[in-house]
């Protein structure tokens, strides 16, 4: 899996950029502020269809214009393919268009064409804070490789909108608790085809996120437990009718699982250092590399932003040393130092400022 050419129109604080990655390790350069964080975010829409990092799509327009548009051409195999997502401002709403080859995609159609493992500093929240993020992180990587699961994930939000209204209806009094037969069948069904593919990534990720961490942090720890729903999910949710209903709000679910990061057998939020941290989570994102490879016969492309800041040097040694396995790798830095001169000597090398890049040498 290679980004062989992208094209930025708008987007954040880039006004044009016209970009050629190369085959293996690309190293941005730049102080904060300037756009390298934007670029990976950029990259990381055409692979999962929405921001990872924006909480409202018009977050990611520029200034210059109505709406924003990224374009890129991607290499799978022995294949290549146009991807584009064009954002159009239409007063106080946004129109999202998402083409493959020039042909109209729904977003959730979008993933699985290109994929991607993305790390940058708020993916500390894996494990700092709720578990919100940990089920992100799974959804993000599944929509990839699972095929029905973002289908399954657009379901569920359906599922809990029209549930959640009609227990507030019913706590109301405007209707009985047979209103919600076809809801909860519907939860229990799309709960079901979420839980299943999550159980089993988690029991895939966990010898390698393992592997890696022991590799990096030399001998640490690292465990990862999916924490679901009850096993009788129909029964679950029947049970939870009372409460459900007090609440107005659906409690049982996938939408409320989580997943326990452990280190040396202690919960890691509370036991680690930052740098152990930091580790844990690099170690998740390149077990979710591996997956992807695994299940897809392709490495993603890997986008690490600020990835080496808070290790000390052995970790970061260990780190480069696993990055550099093969596959294309983008990551950025406040500046070169972190970097050894062997890998830079092997790198194309940018320099990131205010919103343009350059390529050094």
Known sequence: MRLRRLRLRNHRN????ELAPGPSINVFIGPNGQGKTNLLEAVAMLALSTS??????????GPVGPGSRIEAEIETGQSRRELSITLDVEGERIRRTIEVDGARRRAFDLPGHFRVTLFWPDDLGLVKAGPELRRRFLNQMLVQVQPGYARALAGLRRVLEQRNRLLKRIAAGEGGEDMLDAWNQELV????????PRTTAVRELGPEAARCHAQIAAKERLEIRYEGPPENLAEAVNNSLAEDLRRGSTSVGPHRDDLRILLDGQDARSYGSQGQQRTAVV???LAEAA???RRTGERPVLLLDDVLSELDGDRRAALLNEVSAGGQVIITSVEAGPFPPELIAKAMVWTVSQGRIEACG
């Open 283 to 285: 170690s998740l994102k």
């Open 189 to 196: 069904h799309v709960g079901t085809e979420i839980v299943g």
């Open 291 to 293: 997956l992807i490879d």
């Open 14 to 17: 880039y006004a044009q950029l």
């Open 52 to 61: 990872p990092r924006a909480r409202r799509e018009y977050e990611v327009v």
